[in-house]
């Protein structure tokens, strides 16, 4: 399946931003979704996830509180309050067989989007 993310751009501190990633020409099905993020100088990092039901979701304690996730039948979104600038970062929507927050479980990758946060 491919991935396309959209929706990142530069965003004071306190903002909101709603990522997007779509499913190119077809629907995500039964696909088990997820969010990671790369920081400048860090490995990638899970931040959220949902099951292809939407029924069950995760997040990591940074996100916590801030961020949600959801999907429809082609798309899945992440939106993101009260933004802090560590959470800058460029955003990896992604696609798994199986409901995991390890991204070697994660079969197809969008491109990413940047997402700056000002201070």
């Known amino acids: 399946v491919q991935l396309q993310a959209s929706g990142g751009g530069l965003v004071q501190a306190g903002g909101s931003l709603r990522l997007s990633c779509a499913a190119r020409?077809?629907?995500?099905?039964?696909?088990?979704m997820g969010w990671f993020r790369q920081a400048p100088g860090k490995e990638r990092e899970f931040a959220t996830g949902?099951?292809?039901?939407?029924?069950h979701t995760n997040y990591a304690d940074s996100v916590k509180g801030r961020f949600t996730i959801s999907r429809d039948i082609d798309t899945v979104y992440l939106q993101m309050n009260s933004l802090k600038p560590e959470d800058t970062a460029v955003y990896y929507c992604a696609a798994a067989r199986r409901y995991s927050y390890l991204a070697d479980e994660y079969d197809y990758w969008g491109q990413g989007t940047l997402v700056t946060v000002s201070s």
């Open positions: 020409g077809r629907t995500l099905g039964s696909w088990n």
């Open positions: 949902i099951s292809w039901s939407g029924g």
